[in-house]
């Protein structure tokens, strides 16, 4: 799922395809490819609205295989976009089941257990979808709609009020096709409204509990936050094997939670910056970095800017921020 303005990530996505804004200088959506890649998919398609040729080369560069659901002429909504896309995904899977996955989350969901819950509650319930659920403690920060689910935790019998704690729907899922198939494409759906609460009302909404890792990187905040925690958990051990390997092969690790990207001209970190903190390694070696930055240097030039300030200037965000 591709296709969004990003209006909570502006500035950033004023001029940059919000799946392609990157964290740790990695473009968020390629963190969800990957899992689908190490889940065994095969066929990826991607829906494209905002900025969409930007996106569409963006993602290439990531996975030259990808497919793209074409929404250019109006934004389809969370639903539209997946019943628009169908008529593509029939001719790579037939009638079979298929993922959905945002692209602007960084989720640490193993893809084989959600579809192994998934064909398990078909087979016993009869379910059109089964939705990945984390149960959140409360963060004290970002609000989510609850999920609630009955006692054995597999099925959904509805929607609770937005809090920062609960059970939470981390934008991943596996949809049989008859579960969108009725709908009209073309048009503009809403995946809660016209597809998960019309499954929930007739006992086709499955649910799969998992623990890990799950992040937002849907505002600048939120963003900014990312990057900190990203590097906390790579000191403690604590993310996917895959994730580790990511974010080694794009970056150099200078000292404890100070990173840069691995063309920067620098093998060690200045005595001035302090952990945490990143440098994307474009532009002028910052003199003083850190605590709690993250700092994106940006050549001149529309395509190559992120989006905040004038062209050739610094994007930082800090804890003050």
């Known amino acids: ?40 998919v095969q066929q990826v398609v991607a829906n494209l609205h905002h900025l969409a040729q930007d996106a569409a080369r963006g993602l290439q560069a990531i996975d030259p295989s990808i ?15 997946i019943r628009t896309a169908l008529p593509i995904l029939d001719a790579m899977t037939g009638d079979g089941s298929f993922f959905i996955s945002n692209a602007d ?11 192994a819950t998934h064909r398990r509650l078909r087979s016993s319930h009869g379910v059109t979808m089964t939705l990945a659920l984390l149960e959140r403690v409360d963060s ?23 809090g920062s704690s609960g059970r939470m729907y981390v934008g991943c899922a596996i949809l049989e096709r ?19 609460q019309p499954a929930i009302e007739n006992g086709s909404a499955g649910a799969h509990l998992f623990s890990g890792i799950w992040m937002d990187v ?37 000292a404890s939670g100070v990173w840069c990207a691995k063309s920067a001209s620098i093998e060690r970190a200045p005595p001035e910056w302090a952990s945490p903190c990143y440098w994307n390694g474009v532009g002028a070696i910052p003199a003083r970095l850190g605590p709690a930055s993250v700092l994106y240097g940006e050549p001149c030039g529309r395509h190559s800017s992120s989006g905040i300030g004038a062209d050739g200037q610094w994007v930082s965000l800090q804890a003050s921020d």
């Open 67 to 81: 497919r793209f659901s074409d929404e250019t002429a109006e934004l389809l909504g969370s639903g539209g976009g």
């Open 140 to 162: 004290g920060e970002e609000q989510y709609r609850e999920i609630l689910v009955d006692g054995a935790c597999e099925r959904i019998l509805g929607l609770g009020e937005k």
């Open 178 to 196: 008859e579960a969108v198939a009725h709908l009209e494409p073309g048009v503009p759906l809403d995946f809660v409204k016209d597809i998960l």
């Open 218 to 254: 849907g505002s600048p905040r939120l963003w900014w936050k990312t990057h900190l925690e990203l590097m906390d958990r790579y000191e403690a051990d604590q993310i996917p094997s895959s994730w580790r390997e990511l974010l080694e092969e794009r970056n150099r690790r200078l």
């Open 1 to 40: 799922m591709t296709a969004g303005l990003g209006t909570r990530l502006r500035p950033f996505t004023e001029r940059r395809p919000k799946p392609l804004i990157p964290v740790l200088g990695i473009p968020c959506a390629e963190f969800a490819i990957r899992a689908l890649r190490e889940a065994g």
């Open 105 to 115: 989350t960084l989720c640490s969901l193993d893809l084989r257990e959600l579809a």
